[in-house]
């Protein structure tokens, strides 16, 4: 049984603006049958490229049903310039949110719409089509890039709760995995280009990295960390669970913890442990 | 609202008869069946004899059954006794089409250096022989084989199986978890070397199980400790699931002919009249050879979650083969290894009935069901009115 929020129930019982539309101004068609879900969007502008009707066709479960019938209630009344703008986040905070392994479907939902308005806009399909990575869904690497940095996904899990790419045999793991480390690699540079850190901000990169970086690596052997405190670059931490014992934890604080703040930080830091 | 339960495969009612059979052991009977004083001793007894009733169901000898915690439990004990007992031969095959309690514990044994053969299904659901009878080699240690699918109730050749196995001398063991209960089993006719089966599934409750294990078969304990069942399985006795298993089993007796007359007549009215109303909806599995309670039909160009969950608001309860409603994203393995097309794995519903179901209630699913298919279709990009092109 999902735990749906009422708002997902509501839209999917009684969901707003199902069917066609004759002589769209824009449509924009996903998914398949064969992946278990799809969706085909229409919208209508009026003179002022306002979206002035958006109806939708969906085959899938009931977070995919809510999902476009949420997406339609949101591009009514918005021009396209603020269509644009909304994401697969945004989908989801607007039915309360969905349960991580339904988030491909709210994807579902942003992707249906940049193809829509792709089509409006008469620019021929984007040929950013990429490679494909996961043949079981057909998801390419661009898609899977894209999940990754819209939404800071830092697992394989993750990746697969948001466009499905990994869900099948699970032969394209490891490429997944090298694309996750190619889009936090790649963001390195462009943290380590802003010099000047204020304080604040500093510590809040070094509260991230340990959460989204340090702490999974680490939890994976039994493991944790926590940020006892930062005093310039000096990083107070304190080793738990299976770490605290660990007659390899200084090499773990060094050669990891240490290297890893120093990477995506500043090259500054030094990490210290605190015992009790 | 009373609940329209279609989902008798993946658990029962527990019989009021149980219950009442059971409470006793709570409230008064409480002794420990090993204790030397009379209050604790007395309770043995009453544990044979519920194990008297349940290898009668089975035409087991009573020493031939030990209990356990669930099906699972079952089907782990039968395969790592089997393979304790050969530790010279490194082969297992099995179905493709098994229950995780099996399947997954094969995918386990594969990546510890098991060789594995799962043997295939055609679309129907049903055992390709040939493949299976090329497969068995001098390695082999078990052979494990579902008497009756969950998903389609499809029921395999267990007597050929038996037979081919027996003959190689290779162990066979069945989870026969939906079959206990639904179809006549013998065991003194069949060569099977152990049996799984599970309390939930036929009106007793959940957390007891049972595996079969005929006299003379090697045999390895799974959970090891006290002396209780004759030391093939540590722990004290689950003393009143134990008793509500025995006279589960005695209903079942009594029930075998109306489940496969009258149940078979209710779920065969359902299928039928479903298939009859509703456009592209196909049965899944070989209907000549099936459990008399299981149906499985395929609704194309919809999504079986969105069925269920429109299903829900009038509480019928049923299941689905679709990917959504299990978190995966693909259709179950029975469907996609019985090569089930992906317009109709996704839309895979399974009714599954019991003695407590009437015909008051099909007609409320005949009645329900064909206007949600629509609905649903409705909304479907691929639903090109009837015509099941897509």
């Given amino acids: 049984m999902w735990e749906y929020t009422d708002k997902v129930k509501d839209h999917f019982l009684n969901p707003r603006n199902v069917g066609e539309i004759e002589n769209p101004d824009g449509v924009g068609e996903v998914g398949s049958l064969a992946c278990g879900d799809a969706l085909t969007l229409y919208f209508k502008l009026d003179d002022h490229e306002r979206i002035k009707d958006a109806k939708f066709k969906t085959f899938g479960c009931a977070s995919a049903i809510a999902s476009s019938s949420a997406l339609t209630e949101m591009l009514i009344g918005k021009t396209l310039k603020e269509a644009e703008t909304i994401t697969n986040e945004n989908i989801a905070d607007y039915l309360g949110g969905l349960p991580k392994e339904k988030m491909h479907c709210s994807v579902m939902g942003r992707d249906a719409l940049e193809k829509a308005i792709t089509c409006y806009r008469g620019s021929a399909e984007k040929k950013v089509e990429g490679n494909i990575v996961c043949e079981c869904f057909g998801v390419t690497d661009i898609q899977i890039e894209r999940a990754v940095r819209e939404n800071h996904l830092t697992t394989i899990e993750q990746v697969t709760d948001y466009v499905k790419a990994g869900g099948g045999c699970g032969n394209c793991h490891e490429k997944i995995q090298e694309i996750i480390n190619t889009v936090l690699g790649k963001e390195t540079p462009a943290r380590k280009k802003s010099p000047a850190l204020t304080n604040l901000q500093k510590i809040k990169l070094i509260e991230q990295t340990l959460e989204r970086e340090i702490k999974p690596a680490l939890n994976k052997d039994g493991g944790d960390i926590e940020l006892i405190d930062v005093s310039g670059n000096i990083v107070q931490v304190r080793l738990r669970g299976t770490c605290a014992t660990c007659k390899k934890s200084q090499i773990t604080l060094k050669n990891y913890v240490e290297a890893k703040l120093r990477e995506l930080v500043t090259p500054e830091i030094m990490v210290e442990e605190v015992t009790l | ?390």
């Fill in chain 2, 1 to 390: 609202m009373n609940p329209l339960y279609f989902d008798n495969n993946a658990t029962t009612r527990v019989a009021p008869e149980v219950v009442e059979a059971m409470l006793p052991y709570f409230t008064e009977y409480y002794g420990n069946p090993s204790s030397m004083h009379t209050f604790g001793g007395s309770v043995a007894a009453q544990i044979n004899d519920a194990r008297a009733k349940l290898s009668d169901l089975l035409g087991a000898s009573p020493d031939e059954i030990l209990y356990t915690s669930c099906g699972t439990e079952s089907d782990s004990t039968a395969i790592m006794a089997a393979l304790r007992s050969n530790p010279d031969k490194k082969h297992v095959i099995t179905s493709r089409v098994e229950h995780p309690a099996i399947k997954n514990l094969c995918e386990y044994l594969a990546k510890i250096g098991y060789r594995i053969s799962f043997v295939p299904v055609d679309h129907k659901g049903r055992l390709d022989m040939e493949y299976l009878i090329r497969h068995l080699t001098d390695d082999t240690a078990i052979a494990s084989f579902m008497w009756a699918n969950n998903e389609t109730g499809v029921i395999f050749p267990i007597d050929e199986l038996a037979e081919i196995l027996s003959e190689r001398g290779i162990l066979f063991h069945t989870d026969a978890v939906q079959a206990v209960g639904k179809v006549p089993i013998d065991l003194k006719k069949t060569r099977i070397d152990m049996l799984s089966l599970s309390g939930h599934k036929l009106h007793a409750p959940k957390g007891i199980g049972a595996l079969y294990v005929r006299k003379g078969t090697k045999f390895s304990p799974f959970l090891i400790g006290g002396h209780q069942e004759k030391g093939r399985r540590g722990g004290t006795e689950n003393v009143a699931s134990i008793i509500g298993l025995g006279k589960a089993s005695e209903i079942v007796a009594a029930h075998m002919a109306e489940e496969n007359s009258r149940i078979k007549a209710l779920r065969n009215k359902l299928e039928t009249q479903l298939v009859q109303k509703i456009p592209n909806a196909l049965v899944n599995g070989d209907t000549a050879n099936r459990l008399p309670n299981t149906s499985s039909i395929a609704f194309e160009f919809v999504e079986g979650e969105s069925i269920l969950l429109m299903m829900n608001e009038f509480g019928i309860c049923a299941s689905s083969g679709s990917a959504c409603t299990s978190g995966s994203l693909e259709p179950s393995h029975v469907l996609r290894a019985m090569g089930v097309p992906f317009t109709a794995a996704h839309g895979t519903i399974r009714f599954s009935l019991s003695i407590y179901n009437t015909e008051s209630e099909v007609d409320l699913i005949v009645e329900k069901l064909p206007p949600i298919i629509e609905r649903l279709r409705t909304m479907s990009p691929f639903w090109k009115g009837g015509c099941g092109c897509s």
